[in-house]
């Protein structure tokens, strides 16, 4: 029997094969929050347990089965590895007084926790992508949010996304509409499922967001909280919508569109995709504008969202997106007893013109050596012997498309490698 130690079921290695991907990602997101003017910011990954009780909601699925949660040994504190990044961007926001500054639109990304049963796009260890507008008032920064994600879909080459909107109104409208949304479910409780039961009075908005199929006629004629929601929460929803035609974005209103977080108020949205079974949610947010004040902070609006980096990679990877290429400019072969000196002197000056250069170690044969060159990928393969080194010359072979190999001066070597690739 092996006594191989596996990883925790739910938490999984990215091996090189698959990073390549999470490269490719990770420089577009980078390059894409930055062309709207937001700033990075980092987080640790454990928290006060108390953080996520009260930003997220006590009766929530997340706080009741699914947080990570444990007593530190030193001093008895209790800590959770993060679920989900909103909370912890705003206690960093509030502790290190950004706010003082002005607003601020911030990004960060990395892994979450949720103790859930691991199936595709659903893990235990997951990570997101998260984006935070705090200190906006108004439909509009909304609206860019929204416009933010599409150009991101864009960018990534996916397709097939539709946007689900939807309004949750103020607390008091959504206060209201609970008092008549239990009424209802409790005069209908024979057709409720255990989770509906347990929900009726402690979240009995989530109800409406079963998916058990049993349920749909009896949600379908529930209550629905749009007809609870007031002139400026309506004013709000109608400018939103006006923005997002003007700025070509389709979308659907979907009123049974709640998220599982209890912190948000009037917009929420998601953008869902068909292509992925169960696990179709690839981006959730919406404005959030009484949760820095829970928080401690003074009052800020605020609104953000959050997306899988693990099922926008599976969506492009079922849409048929090429696999992104990583490979080195150059491999160098290297034979002889002076050859290898030579190369890495070599290889660090072709290196510092700003090329990727890969340098054969383990010795070999010529042959197995330009086996190895030609399966890196590399455009060129770089062969240095006693005459090269004895010259300060390099042999450049082309190993993509046409072209000869060719003797090159050491100091000339980069610029003519990057000739051949143009």
Sequence with gaps: MS???????????????????WLHFETIVREWAHAYGYQNIRMPIVEKTDLFVRSIGEVTDIV????????????????????????????????????????????????MFRHERPQKGRYRQFHQVGVEALGF????????LIVMTADLWQRLGLRNIELQLNTLGTSEERAAHRAELVTYL??????????????????????????????????????????????????????????LRQAGIDFVINPRLVRGLDYYNLTVFEWVTSELGAQGTVCGGGRYDGLIEMLGGKPT????????????????????LNQPAVCVDAYIACFGDAAMGFALQAAQRLRQAGLAVQLHCGGGSFKSQMRKADASGARVAVIIGDDEVAGRQLSIKPLRGEGKQQLVALADAAAHIKHLED
């Excluded at 191989?4 to 290695?13: E, F, K, P």
């Excluded at 008032?137 to 860019?144: C, K, S, T």
């Excluded at 005069?187 to 409720?192: F, G, I, P, R, Y």
């Design 137 to 144: 008032n108004g439909p509009d920064v909304d609206a860019e």
């Design 301 to 320: 609006p605020a609104c953000g969202f959050g997306m899988g980096i693990e099922r926008l990679l599976l969506l492009m990877q079922a849409q048929g």
């Design 3 to 21: 006594n191989l130690i596996q990883a925790i079921r739910g938490m999984n290695d990215i091996t090189p094969e698959d990073s390549v991907w």
């Design 64 to 111: 009741e089965k699914e947080m990570y949660s444990f007593e530190d040994s030193l001093n008895g504190d209790k800590l959770t590895l993060r679920p989900e990044g909103t909370a912890s961007c705003l206690r960093a926001v509030l502790q290190n007084n950004l706010l003082h500054q002005g607003p601020q639109r911030l990004y960060y990304s990395g892994p």
């Design 186 to 243: 409790e005069a209908n409780a024979e057709l409720l499922d255990e989770d509906g039961k347990r929900r009726l009075h402690s979240n009995p908005l989530r109800v409406l967001d079963t998916k058990n199929p049993q349920m749909q006629a009896l949600v379908e004629a529930a209550p629905k909280l749009i007809d609870f929601i007031g002139d400026v929460s309506r004013q709000h929803f109608e400018t939103l919508q006006s923005l």
